[in-house]
């Protein structure tokens, strides 16, 4: 999964490329957003389960927040790790403390590059089925090697590793 940015109520406002249609208008702000995208995690994640999130977790970065954002992700299941996407600025012991247990810039998972940005295509190794990202949110990838898994292509719901690889292995047909 990649770019809940719980918490973060403008997104909500945001339009896409035709200046009319919201880019999340399924939900009507983030409380809404949010409950949703945990009620989805928590029913398809289970505890012993392994979550990459690609990153863009949060938009939050008050004081406050830290203490929100600990609770809400420490609330989800699974193991988590963490891609850091271009919004995670929070400290790595505030995202250590909500439960990640790995972060990282990218990672290679089985023959898969985990990364935030969708990398230029010369930056894909000759092993990699796909380059699996987020952060275009409802754009479509870059033609090539692409998996884009922002919230807004997964139905706002984190997918298994099985369905990626399914995804990857469609696209070297």
């Known amino acids: 999964t990649s770019d809940n940015h719980f918490g973060h109520h403008n997104i909500y406002k945001f339009l896409a490329e035709d200046g009319k249609t919201r880019i999340r208008e399924r939900f009507k702000d983030a409380f809404e957003g949010d409950a949703y995208m945990c009620q989805r995690w928590c029913e398809l994640v289970a505890p012993e389960d392994h979550v ?50 790995k972060i990282k810039g990218s990672h290679k ?38 998996i884009n898994v922002s919230v807004e292509q997964t139905n706002y719901e ?9 995804m990857a292995k469609r696209l070297q047909l």
């Open 158 to 166: 984190p997918i298994l590793l099985e369905d990626v690889m399914k």
């Open 52 to 101: 990459w999130h690609l990153g863009d977790v949060t938009m939050e970065r008050s004081s406050n927040a830290k203490t929100w954002f600990v609770n809400k992700i420490r609330s989800l299941p699974g193991h988590k790790r963490l891609i850091l996407g271009n919004h995670d600025h929070l400290a790595m012991d505030v995202y250590r403390d909500a439960g990640f247990k």
């Open 109 to 146: 998972l089985d023959k898969l590059l985990l990364t935030h940005y969708p990398v230029h295509p010369s930056a894909i190794p000759s092993w990699c089925l796909a380059n699996v990202h987020g952060h275009i949110h409802q754009r479509k990838v870059p033609p090539g090697r692409y």
